[in-house]
């Protein structure tokens, strides 16, 4: 079954940047969308940003010009770059592809 790991979370300041990773363990990880989501506290879950096995992307309004997302399909890897990183940003960030959730990695904007 596929498995998806995430990785790249952590602490950063406002204005600053992370990348964030999401690792398959079956290449035919490939050939779907994938999507990148977030929950922060409180809230639900929201979509963040997608990318097609084509490499066509989608993003959130609130995320439009400081995300890009990515995937290197020789690494079975969808990346999520994000700058200009704020304060709202702050939220479990998760992976899906194929109906398959990852677990999460934290992202905390904070000064």
């Known amino acids: 079954q596929l498995q998806l790991v995430e990785s790249g979370g952590g602490l950063v300041q406002p204005g600053g940047s992370l990348r964030l990773s999401c690792t398959a363990s079956?290449?035919?990880?490939?050939?779907?969308?994938v999507a990148w989501h977030r929950q922060a506290p409180g809230k639900q879950r929201e979509l963040v940003a997608t990318i097609d096995d084509r490499g066509g992307t989608t993003y959130a309004s609130s995320v439009k010009g400081r995300f890009t997302i990515s995937r290197d399909n020789a690494k079975k890897t969808v990346y999520l770059q994000m700058n200009d990183l704020k304060a709202e940003d702050t939220a479990v960030y998760y992976c899906k592809g194929m109906n398959i959730w990852g677990q999460g990695t934290q992202v905390t904007v904070s000064s």
């Open positions: 079956e290449i035919i990880f490939n050939f779907y969308t």
